[in-house]
């Protein structure tokens, strides 16, 4: 992992704003066992970055890959294996991409050369950059704790965090009986002497003036849209209903406990760190219905995140840096993905403390989710059926990376919090509260 404090890029001109970088290639059945073993191989030198250099890479906040299993739908039709690389990384898609290659190429054919067409050894980088461009995959909804954030941000804050802690530590008592207006003036008169630190004296650089015109076009589009639609959506809106319904009476919930050697694996790819990725792969219900269903849930859902849950809370839980839904095989499979702070237990705990409404609302189109009520309700609030659920379509997820491993979400908010407080105009209560962060 790459420390916190070594930035991998000079001062961006403008905030970066975080993609969703998802590459899927399906694996011939001969050869899945090559690709496992592969990427055991890679999780066992990955420490290192020898086979993923990402800590080189500009503006990678957590990466993984992970192999998706062959799986047969409702029909009996087989969906292929796959080997899925993701990453979240700040934006543009083919400046990263292309930093992929440069700098990984030689795990990438070794893991991606068991997929078919991918480009032999020799071939140019511009052809193992396009290969994976036709391979990315859209995702359905994104979620990023606090959107305009990067990675270079992160980096300096909590420099500024270490450095200014340093400077404290170091008058020891002195500070304890100090006046906390003194005490502030004298860590901005240590900042204002460091050259390195000179970029804390301003705020971090605002979104690119584009970028805010689309997120303003597409906050305000899709509500007129909709109320262009409202006839339509009043008429079907009951239909949907009832049909809903129907179907919820008539769902089967999985009885199936994850056995203790799918545990055992999923446990070899946790808590090495602060932080925790979460992969999981689940079939559609089977039709039509349950398919248009998901479909809108997961574009409100992304119209949500995007707009309004997207500085530091995913409707009341915290502990998320970055979660995704996708649809895989035409819509047949879907996964999700996600970036979390502590355990997994905590991390379900939360959800469905929080938010098992949510959880409802996109996983009860899932084949054998707990039965729902009106897609909202019951579902996650059996906590011991939903929490099998899940572990039962946990995949190991066998080479992640994290730029800031031991930074959770609650340490990134605080260094933001100090950066803004250090030259701001602050009042008697402000300075003792800012003073409290450290």
């Not at 899932?366 to 996650?380: E, K, M, N, S, V």
Request: aromatic share 10%; glycine share 6%; net charge neutral.
């Amino acid at each position: 992992m790459s420390s916190p404090g070594s930035p991998t890029s000079a001062s961006p001109r403008r905030a970066s704003q975080q993609i969703a970088v998802t590459v899927r290639a399906t694996v011939p059945t001969d050869r899945v066992a090559e690709v496992q073993e592969v990427l055991a191989e890679a999780n066992r030198r990955h420490a290192g970055g020898e086979f993923f250099p990402f800590a080189e890479m500009v503006g990678v906040h957590f990466a993984r890959l992970v192999l998706v299993p062959e799986d047969t739908d409702h029909t009996g039709q087989r969906m292929p294996a796959s080997i899925v690389y993701m990453s979240e990384a700040d934006a543009p898609l083919d400046a990263h991409l292309a930093d992929l290659v440069a700098k990984a190429g030689s795990g990438l054919g070794t893991v991606f050369g068991h997929c078919r067409n991918y480009p032999p050894a020799g071939a140019p980088d511009a052809a193992r950059v396009a290969w994976l461009r036709a391979h990315c995959v859209s995702s359905d909804a994104f979620y990023v704790n606090t959107v305009g954030r990067g990675l270079h941000q992160i980096q300096q804050e909590a420099r500024l965090r270490e450095a200014i802690q340093e400077f404290l530590d170091r008058r020891g008592a002195e500070q304890a009986t100090a006046d906390p207006a003194e005490v502030r003036v004298a860590i901005q008169r240590y900042v204002a002497g460091r050259p390195d630190l000179a970029w804390a004296r301003s705020g971090p650089a605002p979104p690119a003036l584009r970028w805010r015109i689309r997120e303003a076009v597409h906050l305000a589009g899709v509500p007129l849209v909709a109320l262009a639609l409202l006839p339509v959506i009043l008429i079907a809106l009951p239909v949907w209903a009832v049909v809903l319904r129907w179907r919820e009476r008539g769902d089967v919930p999985s009885q199936e406990h994850p056995s203790r050697d799918h545990v055992a694996r999923l446990a070899a790819c946790e808590d090495f760190a602060t932080q925790n990725p979460f992969t999981a792969v689940g079939l559609v219900k089977s039709g039509r219905f349950r398919r248009a269903t998901l479909t809108g849930v997961l574009f409100a859902v992304d119209y949500g995140v995007r707009h309004f849950f997207n500085r530091g809370s995913l409707a009341g839980v915290k502990t998320i840096h970055f979660a995704r839904w996708l649809f895989l095989d035409d819509k047949r499979r879907v996964i999700f993905a996600s970036n979390y702070d502590g355990s997994l237990e905590s991390y379900m705990d939360d959800f469905i403390d929080k938010v098992a409404w949510g959880l409802n609302a996109v996983f009860s189109n899932g084949h054998g989710y707990p039965r729902t009520r009106w897609l909202l309700w019951d579902g996650a609030e059996d906590e011991l059926a939903f929490k099998h659920y899940l572990r039962c379509h946990q995949l190991p997820t066998q080479v992640w990376y994290s730029a800031y491993d031991e930074l959770t979400t609650r340490n990134l908010e605080t260094n933001a919090s100090i950066r803004a407080g250090l030259f701001a105009d602050l009042g008697p209560a402000e300075t003792r509260a800012w003073l409290a962060l450290f």
